[in-house]
């Protein structure tokens, strides 16, 4: 498990795409992200540019 912190514009835009979503669990891709290690574990920080995908629709998730 990694944890993911969304800051700012990009959480609410997760919330937004996370809340119309009708599927219990979903697959979504997130671009554009900072590795760091806190504590000896990963974590995954938005930035600007990150995109979130919960597009069904795209192949990689399809083959996923």
């Given at each position: 498990m990694?944890?993911?912190?969304?800051?700012?514009?990009?959480a609410a835009n997760f919330r937004?795409?996370?809340r119309i979503s009708t599927k219990k669990?979903?697959?979504v891709i997130i671009t554009?992200?900072?590795?760091r290690l806190h504590e000896g574990k990963l974590s995954l920080t938005?930035?600007?540019g990150s995109h979130f995908y919960f597009d069904t629709d795209i192949d990689?998730?399809?083959r996923f």
């Amino acid at each position: 498990m990694v944890r993911l912190t969304i800051w700012d514009n990009e959480a609410a835009n997760f919330r937004e795409l996370n809340r119309i979503s009708t599927k219990k669990n979903q697959i979504v891709i997130i671009t554009s992200i900072i590795p760091r290690l806190h504590e000896g574990k990963l974590s995954l920080t938005t930035t600007s540019g990150s995109h979130f995908y919960f597009d069904t629709d795209i192949d990689i998730i399809q083959r996923f």
